[in-house]
């Protein structure tokens, strides 16, 4: 039956490797999946994303936020792929709270601590006032390349942010 629709409809036939801006929704979408494994290629789409767009904090996020929900979740992939994010836009906020969940959930704190004061550190305002109940509103768009609310977050399940 699929392959009838797609002689109908010539679209559905064309490569799953898209534009670049397919792969947000992409990942998305598989993090939505309770299965995980809705999208086989999207690993390999990312990772051919970000050999033509080396130096993309985002594409290196994502990457690292894909690595987590397949075979490679309790490696040190995700982790690398966080910190090659951070080291290509060091206000890259949520590469770099991913590189810390990322490194907590590895054991490695010592690391993990001193990431979060960077992380802390490149939040706009931050130092302005460190007293208790103090609430930093973060600007979006001074927060990385993407927006905070467009990127992906690590641990890919549940969590205190999810």
């Not at 801006?21 to 999208?39: F, V």
């Not at 802390?120 to 990385?144: N, W, Y």
Request: charged share 15%; glycine share 8%; net charge neutral.
């Amino acid at each position: 039956m699929r392959r009838g629709a797609r002689r109908r409809v010539p679209s559905l036939a064309r490569s799953r490797v898209g534009l670049v801006c397919d792969l947000p929704g992409r990942l998305w979408q598989a993090l939505g999946n309770s299965t995980k494994a809705s999208d086989q290629a999207l690993l390999a789409d990312l990772t051919a994303a970000l050999a033509r767009e080396p130096g993309s904090a985002d594409l290196s996020n994502a990457l690292g936020v894909a690595a987590a929900m397949g075979s490679q979740a309790k490696g040190q992939a995700p982790i690398d792929y966080f910190h090659q994010a951070v080291q290509q836009d060091s206000n890259h906020l949520m590469a770099g709270l991913n590189l810390v969940e990322a490194l907590v959930k590895a054991g490695q704190y010592q690391p993990a601590i001193d990431q979060a004061l960077q992380v802390l550190t490149a939040i706009p305002g931050a130092s302005e006032d460190s007293s208790p109940g103090h609430t930093l509103a973060v600007d979006s768009s001074s927060a990385g390349s993407a927006s905070l609310r467009e990127t992906p977050h690590f641990p890919t399940g549940f969590d205190f942010f999810r």
